[in-house]
């Protein structure tokens, strides 16, 4: 499976995937039933996508003004670093005004949430690509 088709698998494989296990966890820590603790499950999976969205194409146009080209670790610790740091200064309220907690412990959640999202999709891609193979962009290039 390649391209687009490929992409929105992929991304809905992830979310949904995503979603549930957060609607568990956002259960376990609030005094808030599963579906309450769903909504906002699919509420934060809804800003992470839109937020992805314009921050990659924000992220793009500045690039392109660049004189350095390419993506050094610096250049994708920053991106990394910005884009979570956006996310958790949309998510920290919404998480904080929807389980009736406060800032401080809607932060603790969120800096979970980062944890686990980074253990989460780093397996998730390994097992993806090892079900549908690897895009043709990573797989190895056949002797000419």
Known sequence: MQGLKRK???VATFEAIAVA???VAFTAISNKDFAHAGILSVATSLVAILWNL??????????KGQALR?????RRIVHA?????????????????????????????????VA???????????????IFGLPTSAAAREAA
């Open 8 to 10: 929105i698998v992929y």
């Open 21 to 23: 296990i957060c609607a």
């Open 54 to 63: 314009a921050f990659t194409t924000l992220f793009e146009a500045w690039e």
């Open 70 to 74: 390419g993506r050094s670790v610096k």
């Open 81 to 113: 670093a910005l884009y979570e740091g956006g996310l958790i200064l949309m998510l920290v309220p919404l998480i904080a005004w929807w389980l009736e907690m406060t800032l401080v412990h809607a932060f603790a959640t969120n800096l979970g949430l």
């Open 116 to 130: 686990f999202f980074l253990v989460y999709a780093f397996c998730f891609s390994w097992c993806f690509d090892r």
